[in-house]
């Protein structure tokens, strides 16, 4: 029996590979890259058995181990943390579901240069119905020299990211990142527990047929929304229009979508959401960060999402992303018609 060959290119691997091109860096990024690997493999195995509840007991219940079972998106925050933790490059951490920054205490010999901002669970609502989640995390470079890490060092606008990137708990599991020399995808082998390179140099298609958005917030929505949505559904065979709607309502899976097939996503204000439901440090900029990477775009109708201060680790904006020029194009009805600025 002819074994196997394992060639495919491992995200360990690649990583090493590619650690010259890493500013500063030696051999800590890479390290950190490594260590969200290791959670991600974690968190896919719970997430992949979500569904068998009657086996494992339903949240706060104790399962066959002895162990209280906690809400998945708690878990993944825990695996997360606890893997930057013991990776020991880290300085703080700001995460979605803790409402103040996480000081990691500093190894003996020194501090870790970096902070993570991270969605550990995103779109963990839709676990219940078996829908595609994720997790997304974005680094940069501690601007503080030493201790604990401290707010300031989150408050970066996202040109300064070190790396950003997702992992997709889908049909398969998969992580995509960036650190700024162009995006990798990387798939999960669970026969080998590796994630294994299969979308070298991801390119975002200029245009494409899929618009994603939240339909019921239509009468929400600005003028140059509406208008870009009719836009969308106008017939006109010589620009391949209407589009298909499609919004699967786990920010991860849409853009990921996207980004393969080509496409817009937009989360603009709503009555509900002034400044948009969507958080910049660990949804808007690290997906944004890919984006433009990947030759595709990120604005919140004016100018580019990676170039906001943040205010606030929990910060939202308004996004519009994807394909450039459908990007451009949402851009120009916003701007033609939106009297209030998007943002
Ligand atoms: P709505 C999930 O809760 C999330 O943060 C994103 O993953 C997703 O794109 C968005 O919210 C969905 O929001 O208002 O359409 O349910």
């Known amino acids: 029996m002819i074994n196997h060959l394992h060639t495919t290119k491992t995200l360990t691997e690649f990583i090493i590979e590619k650690q010259a091109d890493f500013r500063y860096s030696?051999?800590?990024?890479?390290?950190?890259?490594?260590?969200?690997?290791?959670?991600?493999?974690?968190?896919?195995?719970?997430?992949?058995?979500?569904?068998?509840?009657?086996?494992?007991?339903?949240?706060?219940?104790?399962?066959?181990?002895?162990?209280?079972?906690?809400?998945?998106?708690?878990?993944?925050?825990?695996?997360?943390?606890?893997?930057?933790?013991?990776?020991?490059?880290v300085c703080a951490i700001a995460s979605e579901e803790n409402e103040e920054i996480i000081h990691i205490s500093s190894r003996e010999d020194d501090d870790g240069k970096y902070v993570v901002c991270m969605d550990p669970?995103?779109?963990?609502?839709?676990?219940?119905?078996?829908?595609?989640?994720?997790?997304?995390?974005?680094?940069?470079r501690r601007t503080s020299l030493s201790g604990k890490g401290n707010i300031d060092d989150f408050l970066q606008p996202g040109t300064e990211l070190v790396a950003g990137g997702y992992i997709i708990y889908g049909s398969s599991s998969m992580l995509v990142y960036t650190t700024g020399n162009g995006v990798n995808g990387f798939t999960l082998d669970p026969s080998i527990g590796e994630f294994c390179l299969s979308h070298p140099n991801v390119k975002i298609p200029a245009n494409g047929r899929i618009y994603s958005i939240n339909q019921g917030y239509f009468e929400h929505f600005p003028e140059g929304i509406k208008k870009y949505l009719r836009y969308c559904q106008e017939d006109d065979e010589k620009t391949n229009r209407p589009?298909?709607?499609?919004?699967?309502?786990s920010m991860v899976a849409d853009f990921h979508r996207n980004m393969i097939k080509g496409g817009i996503f937009l989360y603009p204000t709503t009555i509900s959401a002034p400044k948009g439901k969507l958080r910049l440090l660990y949804e808007c900029n690290p997906l944004a960060f890919i984006a433009e990477?990947?030759?595709?775009?990120?604005?919140?109708?004016?100018?580019?999402?990676?170039?906001?201060?943040?205010?606030?680790?929990?910060d939202r904006v308004p996004i519009i992303i994807g394909s450039s020029e459908m990007v451009e194009k949402a851009e120009d009805f916003l701007q033609q018609y939106s009297t209030v600025a998007v943002s």
Not at 121 to 133: A, E, F, K, Q, R
Not at 243 to 249: A, E, F, M, T
Not at 298 to 309: D, F, P, Q
């Open 293 to 314: 990477q990947a030759g595709g775009k990120a604005t919140y109708g004016s100018n580019r999402i990676l170039e906001v201060v943040p205010t606030g680790i929990h």
């Open 26 to 89: 030696k051999g800590e990024l890479t390290r950190l890259l490594s260590d969200i690997s290791i959670a991600a493999k974690i968190v896919h195995r719970e997430v992949n058995k979500a569904g068998l509840v009657d086996i494992l007991g339903d949240v706060g219940e104790e399962n066959v181990q002895g162990e209280v079972v906690q809400k998945l998106d708690v878990y993944a925050n825990n695996q997360f943390i606890a893997a930057l933790k013991a990776g020991g490059e």
């Open 121 to 140: 669970l995103d779109g963990s609502s839709n676990i219940d119905s078996n829908v595609s989640t994720g997790t997304i995390f974005a680094i940069y």
């Open 243 to 249: 589009y298909s709607l499609r919004y699967i309502g």
